[in-house]
Structure formats: structure tokens, C-alpha cells
């Protein structure tokens, strides 16, 4: 059982910076693969980020590849979503998940479908100004 907690989200201009935070509780958060979502208002959940457990795999949506950065540590059990240049249609309510199998293979494939994950946080609110 995972339970996960994100934090870092907030109101910015275009341009700014902001790192995201997702805090996991429980002794195996280290062999799961994490994932990033967001869900602006009116619309449907979109994929961001994808990690697999050790790091070495990661996947990202073209609309913020060069931009975010998805990272995690396993000591601390949290991983993180740094976001830079961020755009208004940034702005949107973003989710942590965590998939039972963290491996690498076929990140690609696996990652941006919600029904691979099987916890999620409540979200972390992203606003960005023009």
C-alpha cells in the first residue's frame, strides 16, 4: 500500500520556475514507478512525466519534453517534477501516481495510461499567469 502527498504547487508568471513534490509513504515506494498527470479545468487528465523505479527510465509528453524534468529520490521516498518556462496552459491541477511494477521496458507504452496506476495523490494546484 502506497498513500502519496504532493506539495510545490502555487500561483507563477510565465517564464517562472516551480518544482513539484510527490511524498510516499510505505516501505516499497522505492520499487514502484511514478508518473506526473494533470487535469486542467473542462478537460480530460493528461499524461506529463513517467519514472521507473531506479530512475534510469523516463517518458515524457512532447507538449513539456526540454522543459520538465522528473526525478526521484528512493532514500527519501518522494519524487519530483521540476518545471520550467512554465506557460499558461501549464496551469492545471496536477497528480502523482505510483505503479506497482516499476520497471523500464516500454516506459513509452505503459506511462501515459492512467489505468497502469494504481495510487494516486489528491493534486497540487498549478496556476500561470500571462
Known amino acids: 500500500q502506497v498513500q502519496l502527498v504532493e506539495s510545490g504547487g502555487g500561483l507563477v508568471q510565465a517564464g517562472d520556475s516551480l518544482r513539484l513534490s510527490c511524498a510516499a509513504s510505505?516501505?516499497?515506494?522505492?520499487?514502484?514507478?511514478v508518473a506526473w498527470f494533470r487535469q486542467a479545468t473542462g478537460k480530460e487528465r493528461e499524461f506529463v512525466a513517467a519514472?521507473?523505479?531506479?530512475?534510469?527510465?523516463?517518458y515524457y509528453a512532447d507538449s513539456v519534453k526540454g522543459r520538465f524534468t522528473i526525478s526521484r529520490d528512493n532514500a527519501k521516498n518522494t519524487a519530483y517534477l521540476q518545471m520550467n518556462s512554465l506557460k499558461p496552459e501549464d496551469t492545471a491541477l496536477y497528480y502523482c501516481?505510483?505503479?506497482?511494477?516499476?520497471?523500464?521496458?516500454?516506459?513509452?507504452?505503459?506511462?501515459?495510461?492512467?489505468?497502469?496506476?494504481?495510487?494516486w495523490g489528491q493534486g497540487t494546484l498549478v496556476t500561470v499567469s500571462s
Open positions: 501516481a505510483a505503479r506497482s511494477n516499476g520497471a523500464g521496458k516500454y516506459i513509452n507504452i505503459w506511462g501515459p495510461r492512467t489505468t497502469e496506476y494504481g495510487y
Open positions: 519514472i521507473s523505479w531506479s530512475g534510469d527510465f523516463t
Open positions: 510505505g516501505r516499497t515506494f522505492s520499487s514502484y514507478a
